[in-house]
């Protein structure tokens, strides 16, 4: 697979702006992150919907309250993993999403039994994977943000977010380079652009790349804390798993275009296609990170 100029100047310019609107929302405060990753939700949620009706056009009989209110019960997963660096006042975001939540548990089946065509449990099937999908992984991304390290006033949860998202754009343009100039064997049919030689080298460089900034000299570099008080190896670990998560999770985002005859899940981006297509990595790759986390840390 050849590098095609043109393709990679536009790929590349927005991706540029992408960056700087990316960063603004990572980097300036809590809130920016919080509403950052909000607009992420409700675009994902947007165009998976989208997706499933042209997948089963029997999901287009659900009530309209039946799809933006599980949107809405998603938001509110994403409202229950904030703590106390969310409150405004008194207020609990946390307490809100508890709440909010628990009140669309009972009235989204009520509504849906009242005014729904047709009762399915597929379809309630389709809503419930997207929660898992979509609105888990984001829940999960705004937990870390204020993640703590046992070790007392060692927060680095800010920097394991941005870790992430650094590790997922390391590997997906060092597996698009590297497949570009050596790539020759197909990785896998549902993304026939992919190949083996570009998804490994991806990984590698991913891995290594991460790893050695983490134990450069320098304090801080764009997320990643060179003296954080978090062990060496768990930067290269954190580094692998997103590499691998997010490699998976571009490949179901590429089967489900597939299942719906679509190239792209959206067209936010010229060259990039929509939120899904944006974020697919990184919807397998923060559970995945939080899960070791969890375990590990």
């Known amino acids: ?48 919907q989208r997706l499933v009706i042209l997948i089963d056009p029997a999901y287009s009989e659900t009530t309209g309250f039946h799809r933006y209110g599980v949107m809405l019960a998603g938001w509110c997963i994403m409202l229950y993993f904030t703590n106390d660096m969310f409150n405004i006042g008194d207020f609990s975001l946390h307490s809100m999403g508890w709440w909010m939540g628990l009140m669309f548990i009972f009235v989204l089946p009520l509504v849906e039994l009242l005014f729904s065509k047709q009762q399915s449990g597929k379809n309630v099937g389709y809503s ?72 490994l080298g991806g990984i590698v460089l991913c891995i290594l790349i991460i790893g050695l900034v983490a134990n450069s000299s320098f304090p801080y570099i764009i997320g990643i804390p060179a003296n954080s008080g978090i062990a060496s190896y768990h930067w290269f670990v954190i580094a692998g798993l997103v ?26 981006m010229p060259g990039h296609g929509g939120f899904l297509d944006r974020f697919d990595s990184l919807l397998f790759a923060v559970p995945a990170v939080w899960v070791y986390i969890r375990l590990f840390l």
């Open 128 to 199: 419930f994977f997207g929660l898992l999908y979509i609105s888990l992984a984001w829940a999960f991304i705004i937990d870390l943000y204020d993640y703590y390290l046992p070790a007392p006033g060692m927060q680095k949860g800010p920097n394991i977010a941005l870790t992430i998202i650094l590790a997922v754009w390391i590997n997906d343009t060092m597996a698009y380079l590297v497949g570009s100039f050596i790539g020759k064997t197909p990785f896998s049919k549902i993304s026939p652009k992919k190949t083996w030689e570009g998804t």
């Open 243 to 268: 590499a691998i998560f997010g490699t998976a999770g571009d490949l179901f985002e590429s089967k489900l275009k597939r299942m719906a005859n679509v190239k792209d899940s959206g067209s936010i």
């Open 1 to 48: 697979m050849g590098l095609n100029i043109a393709t990679f100047r536009k790929r590349l310019l927005t991706a540029i702006i992408f960056v700087a609107m990316m960063l603004t929302g990572l980097l300036w405060n809590q809130w920016s992150f919080f509403i950052l990753f909000s607009i992420v939700h409700f675009g994902c949620w947007f165009e998976y």
